[in-house]
């Protein structure tokens, strides 16, 4: 998608808990104010506090950040619609946004016996790898990536 352009991004899965929570987080540290940045789910429910440590790691504050249902985003408002369900039903979202779909398992893993160290693993693979398919968009879009924090 060379030259691929938009100036919003939705980034959608089921509770607005994870994944795409730290997309948001991770997009808007990526693009600044160059791109208008929203996640939402089908079943909002809240930031899952794994999801907060893992992206705490890279400096990015999720703290603030709610969980919110896709009913509230205004489909005018959407360039790009990301979903990034995998085993579940990904929410819809009406519009005419282009889509793209990143299969991601979700990192909370809640029917595995997980001890919080291998749970906060799970969602750092999960970060890193929205955080690489993110930096390619970028590249896609155009765009000059701000410097990446570590």
């Known amino acids: 998608m060379p030259g691929f352009r938009f100036d919003s991004i939705l980034f959608l899965c089921v509770a607005n808990s994870a994944r795409s929570q730290m997309a948001e987080g991770l997009a808007r540290d990526l693009f600044g104010d160059a791109v208008r940045v929203q996640s939402a789910g089908s079943a909002p429910s809240r930031v899952n506090p794994y999801a907060v440590r893992a992206m705490a790691e890279l400096g990015i504050d999720l703290g603030a950040h709610t969980s919110k249902s896709v ?45 919080d160290q291998e749970r906060l693993q799970h969602f750092r693979v999960a970060r890193d790898e929205i955080r690489g398919r993110l930096l390619a968009l970028a590249d896609d879009r155009g765009a000059s990536p701000m410097p990446a924090t570590s």
């Open 71 to 115: 009913q509230t985003i205004d489909p005018a408002a959407v360039d790009l619609v990301v979903t990034l369900c995998a085993e579940e039903v990904c929410p819809v979202f009406l519009g005419d946004a282009a889509r793209l779909h990143w299969p991601l398992q979700d990192p909370d893993r809640k029917h595995e016996d997980l001890t």
